[in-house]
């Protein structure tokens, strides 16, 4: 295993040990009363132990290390912090220790069961993007679906932290933080980092202020992206596009703005419906024909209304084109249920989430998640590696799970910290 310590670890949090093999360096017997609190921070490793070594009760901490070598190695030996430690424990004895006081601490040899190692190693080395991929239909349903619920909180727990931290950004505005938000998530994840570095760089205040002319907004959007270069757009000099350049020269000028580079938008493998500029013309659209989106989304219910939100048709130059200058068959060029969908589990979900959140309003909270449970499953490779091994989820509220398990828990390797992970680990 790449770090053994964190083995011990789970050995000792889940008494995974041998029965009765708890015995320190001079022959004590040691019973495990409560092995503590957890701590992954600096400190000892669990907190607030109770045991007892012969016929002695001690309480306080518990630290763990491959051998008992690596107490000084670490400087635990000249650390007050570590004068609370009652048991050290190791897999491997090689010397006495003794804390800052120059007390000597008890230390006890934890053994790792064999079939526990063979486990853990099958699922850290496994090749496949999720380890345990082989061995989940064999699982409890209910133990995965129960599992599944918690990973879908966890991660909208994790989205809200990330939109506190706009919110300091932003002076709490909450209409910044969700236009900052969409914008990104216009970016359909290859180009989300650009669009939100174009949301950054052009402040939603500008795009209200020239609310009620699309041409306005769109003169915004495009010339902040680097979009209206002319070493770009040699060929495209319609008058459509120089009047959006003249506009944006006459705008960049008005409020100091610094455009993008456009060549920071990926276009390599991007089907032509999902060129950033056709991105962009839905995104100025829907931005001018709704005003303050998020009161908006504030007041919906329904999931269909949420849908609706996000229908605006972009202008009608983008009925014919894909990117400027290059005439395409004709089209509304509205956004697809699919990509309204991504909209509303990325952007809307979230919103609701932090919202009920920060005005300690639950009700905002159930209607985030009762919206995820409404719309299907979300289509990814993610989800189709998790489907391919027997885990079908019903709901987007299972696939967001899905995403949390596999990038928090099966990219990383954290099977010990993984409710699948421990089931499967602490089984023959």
């Known amino acids: 295993m790449p770090c053994k310590e ?33 701590n992954l921070h600096a400190g000892p490793d669990f907190f607030n132990a109770k045991v007892k070594i012969g016929d002695e009760l001690w309480a306080g901490d518990i630290e763990i290390h491959r051998s008992s070598d690596e107490w000084e190695r670490h400087g635990h030996h000249t650390d007050k912090t570590y004068n609370s430690v009652i048991l050290h424990l190791s897999e491997r004895l090689n010397r006495i220790i003794k804390n800052e006081k120059g007390q000597q601490i008890p230390q006890c040899k934890l053994s790792v069961p064999d079939e526990i190692r063979k486990n853990a190693d099958y699922l850290i080395y496994s090749h496949s993007a999720v380890p345990c991929k082989d061995h989940l239909s064999s699982l409890p349903e209910v133990l995965i679906r129960s599992f599944l619920g918690r990973l879908a909180i966890e991660r909208l727990e994790r989205k809200t932290n990330d939109i506190f931290t706009h919110l300091d950004r932003f002076h709490q505005s909450w209409d910044e933080v969700f236009y900052v938000l969409l914008t990104r998530n216009f970016g359909f994840g290859l180009n989300s980092d650009t669009f939100e570095r174009l949301a950054l760089s052009l402040p939603f205040k500008c795009i209200r202020r020239h609310g009620d002319s699309l041409f306005q907004v769109e003169a915004l959007l495009f010339g902040q992206a680097g979009l209206l270069e002319e070493s770009g757009y040699r060929e495209g000099k319609s008058g459509y596009f120089l009047q959006l350049q003249n506009e944006y020269r006459f705008l960049r000028s008005k409020y100091s703005l610094t455009p993008l580079e456009g060549y920071l938008f990926k276009r390599m493998r991007v089907r032509p419906h999902s060129f950033p500029e056709i991105r962009i013309a839905q995104l100025a659209a829907l931005l001018q024909s709704s005003g303050r989106l998020f009161s908006l989304v504030l007041e919906q219910k329904e999931t269909d209304d949420w849908m609706s939100l996000f229908r605006a048709s972009p202008s009608l130059y983008w009925h014919t084109h894909y990117s400027f200058g290059k005439q395409s068959p004709e089209s509304d060029r509205q956004l697809g249920n ?33 919206l995820l449970e409404s719309l299907g499953p979300e289509r990814n490779v993610i989800i189709s590696e998790f489907s391919d091994a027997g885990v079908i989820p019903r709901n987007s509220f299972e696939t ?14 954290k099977c010990l910290f993984c409710r699948i992970g421990h089931q499967l680990l602490s089984r023959n």
């Open 6 to 38: 964190e083995l011990l670890h789970y050995i000792w949090k889940f008494r995974l040990y041998p029965p009765d093999s708890l015995e320190t360096m001079d022959g004590r017997r040691v019973e495990v009363i409560d092995p503590g609190i957890h």
């Open 400 to 413: 967001q799970a899905l995403i949390q398990l596999r990038r928090v828990y099966c990219d990383t390797r």
């Open 338 to 370: 699919t990509s309204r969908q991504i909209l509303l589990i990325n952007t809307v979900v979230p919103i609701l989430f932090a919202y009920g959140k920060k005005m300690s309003t639950e009700s905002y909270c159930d209607r985030a998640i009762h």
